[in-house]
């Protein structure tokens, strides 16, 4: 997830020249899966503006499992991505005002089967999604330091079931966002070098009730952020590449690993077997780590290259 050009915050980026789109292999038509999601490692593709999905296995320089592109997707610059429980994907263009929420078996040319928007929505530019276990959805509005939370099915200009924002929140330009097993939700601010962790229930000018911040911890420009099954905390982190921070961390707390071999991260997640998995912005590439790496750590595996026609992967989600 990159900021543009819209405040003095905002981060102007050029896109790397190599893994770019492929015409020969990029869908022109629906094409729906047989099985939707089914094992599949699904990322939002910056320069390609798609959604691309591969195959648990997949590895090296393979072509997408699910390619979702084209002129009906809407998709533009695409960087917040999520995946809820029954298999929709909810995609979001970078600074967009729209989510847009494909059918779990959507691929090729896919119109949207929902279209998040509008007046009544609230939603600002919005770098970060969520989907919480009860299917409810988070965004994050990095303008007006917002996080806003939509109900279950939520289409059209909807209005948000509840909101986060004011000065008690420490909201500072909010990007990706993480809620642990307690269903306390966590936004990595970009503009403050700082995570945040509200109680679950939180909403208005809540308070956190952890805060993540210091020297000690490295953290520079945090973007994405994950948990794994151990409960500790992933942060994809433009500067200082990927942190992982002990169960319950707070304050300056010091990461127990800090995985450099990156070229520049900017999504991160964990998989069952807590195998870390990192999307490799300047890179063009997908890298998987072991649970334990640490510093510069070579990866499990990486997908890259012109068959994958990933150009700027950005943000990670799984299907089930």
């Known amino acids: 997830m990159k900021l543009f050009a819209l405040s003095a915050l905002v981060l102007v980026l050029l896109l790397p020249a190599c893994g770019g789109t492929n015409p020969a292999i990029a869908p022109t038509a629906e094409t729906p899966l047989a099985q939707p999601l089914k094992n599949v490692r699904v990322f939002t593709n910056r ?3 798609s959604v691309l ?10 072509a997408p499992a699910v390619n979702i592109s084209g002129s009906k997707t809407q998709l533009s610059d695409p960087d917040s991505l999520a995946i809820d429980g029954s298999g929709y994907i909810y995609a979001a263009n970078d600074s967009g005002t729209q989510v847009q929420v494909f059918s779990p078996g959507a691929n090729g040319n896919a119109k949207p089967k929902r279209v998040i928007g509008g007046s009544s929505s609230h939603l600002g530019p919005t770098e970060g999604l969520l989907v919480d276990p009860s ?5 994050s509005d990095f303008s ?7 109900p279950p099915g939520a289409h059209g200009n909807v209005v948000p079931i509840d909101t986060i924002s004011g000065d ?4 500072s330009t909010p990007v990706g966002m993480a809620m642990d097993s307690q269903g306390s939700l966590f936004v990595a601010n970009i503009g403050s070098a700082s995570i945040v962790g ?5 909403g208005g000018n809540a308070k956190p ?3 993540i911040a210091g020297s000690n911890t490295k953290l520079r420009r945090p973007f994405s952020i994950a948990f794994d099954s151990k409960g500790r905390l992933l942060v994809a982190d433009e500067t200082s590449k990927i942190l992982v921070f002990a169960k319950n961390a707070k304050g300056n707390a010091t990461p127990v690993a800090n995985i450099t071999s990156v070229a520049e991260t900017a999504g991160v997640a964990a998989d069952a077997a807590d195998h870390i998995w990192a999307a490799d912005f300047d890179g063009g590439g997908i890298d998987e780590y072991a649970r334990t790496a640490n510093g510069n750590a070579k990866p499990l595996r990486k997908i890259a290259g012109a068959k994958t026609t990933l150009s700027g992967p950005n943000d990670i989600a799984f299907g089930h």
Do not use: H, M, P, R
């Open 47 to 49: 320069g390609g503006a």
């Open 53 to 62: 999905g591969f195959s648990v296995k997949a590895s090296g320089d393979v």
């Open 144 to 150: 007006d330091a917002a996080i806003t939370e939509y």
């Open 209 to 211: 009730k952890i805060t």
């Open 135 to 139: 299917g409810n959805l988070w965004v």
């Open 198 to 202: 509200f109680a679950s229930g939180a």
């Open 168 to 171: 008690k929140t420490q909201l």
